[in-house]
């Protein structure tokens, strides 16, 4: 089972990942943590990419491709990835079916959180308070909302094309999104079941 969590920047993307692996034995793979523990550690990567993720800007395709790559090798065993963050642009996305086409796999569904802007700039601007994140402060968070507006949502039309996308409403509580996740899922597993008759 390979899921894409879509969604803004604090649209509960992370939140949602770690319940569900926690629940269910899925990996989440989340670009953005890839790259801040790269940063964190210090590395080759962490230095190139610094400067455009504090500024609330996409890195490369290419970067985040590979570390997605990287990640899925590392995880053979995994029962299901949860794509966080990931894809993020038209290529990214292709390069995501190419990945899981060579290992047999596709995409099985988008699962698009919902909510509106106003509510993104209060929890982010909280989240900011309290961890302190570079690219929460508001004038790089404006940039990344301007990003996931041209260069993400596209990515929504793309999927839906495939019929591949449950809305759920992100501005409900944490556990009200969850069971929304959870139906959606149950629906994909009785789907594909069926489909392998
Ligand atoms: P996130 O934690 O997913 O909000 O990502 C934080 C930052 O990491 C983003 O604002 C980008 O600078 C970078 N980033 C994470 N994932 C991607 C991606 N798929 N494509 C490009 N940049 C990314």
Same mark, same amino acid.
């Given at each position: 089972?390979?899921?894409?969590?879509?969604?803004?920047?604090?649209?509960?993307?992370?939140?949602?990942?770690?319940?569900?692996?926690?629940?269910?034995?899925?990996?989440?793979?989340?670009?953005?943590?890839?790259?801040?523990?790269?940063?964190?550690?210090?590395?080759?990567?962490?230095?190139?990419?610094?400067?455009?993720?504090?500024?609330? *800007? !996409?890195?490369?395709?290419?970067?985040?491709?590979?570390?997605?790559? $990287?990640?899925? #090798?590392? /995880? %053979?065993? @995994?029962?299901?990835?949860?794509?966080?963050?990931?894809?993020?642009?038209?290529?990214?996305?292709?390069?995501?079916?190419?990945?899981?086409?060579?290992?047999?796999?596709?995409?099985?569904?988008?699962?698009?959180?919902?909510?509106?802007?106003? *509510? !993104?700039?209060?929890?982010?601007?909280?989240?900011?308070?309290?961890? $302190?994140?570079? #690219?929460? /402060? %508001?004038? @790089?968070?404006?940039?990344?909302?301007?990003?996931?507006?041209?260069?993400?949502?596209?990515?929504?039309?793309?999927?839906?094309?495939?019929?591949?996308?449950?809305?759920?409403?992100?501005?409900?509580?944490?556990?009200?999104?969850?069971?929304?996740?959870?139906?959606?899922?149950?629906?994909?597993?009785?789907?594909?079941?069926?489909?392998?008759?």
């Amino acid at each position: 089972m390979n899921l894409v969590l879509f969604g803004p920047p604090g649209a509960g993307k992370g939140t949602q990942a770690k319940k569900l692996c926690a629940e269910r034995g899925f990996v989440q793979l989340s670009t953005g943590e890839m790259l801040r523990a790269a940063i964190a550690g210090g590395s080759e990567l962490g230095e190139r990419v610094h400067g455009i993720m504090a500024s609330g *800007a !996409l890195v490369s395709d290419g970067i985040v491709n590979e570390l997605i790559d $990287g990640a899925m #090798d590392s /995880n %053979p065993r @995994a029962s299901g990835f949860i794509f966080d963050g990931f894809p993020r642009t038209i290529p990214q996305a292709e390069a995501l079916d190419a990945l899981l086409g060579n290992r047999g796999q596709a995409v099985d569904l988008v699962l698009s959180l919902e909510v509106d802007n106003e *509510a !993104l700039l209060a929890r982010i601007a909280e989240r900011f308070a309290r961890e $302190g994140r570079p #690219d929460d /402060n %508001p004038e @790089a968070f404006r940039v990344r909302l301007v990003k996931y507006q041209e260069q993400t949502a596209p990515l929504l039309p793309f999927y839906e094309a495939q019929g591949k996308v449950v809305r759920v409403n992100g501005m409900a509580p944490v556990e009200m999104v969850t069971e929304g996740i959870s139906a959606a899922l149950r629906q994909t597993v009785k789907m594909r079941a069926q489909n392998a008759k």
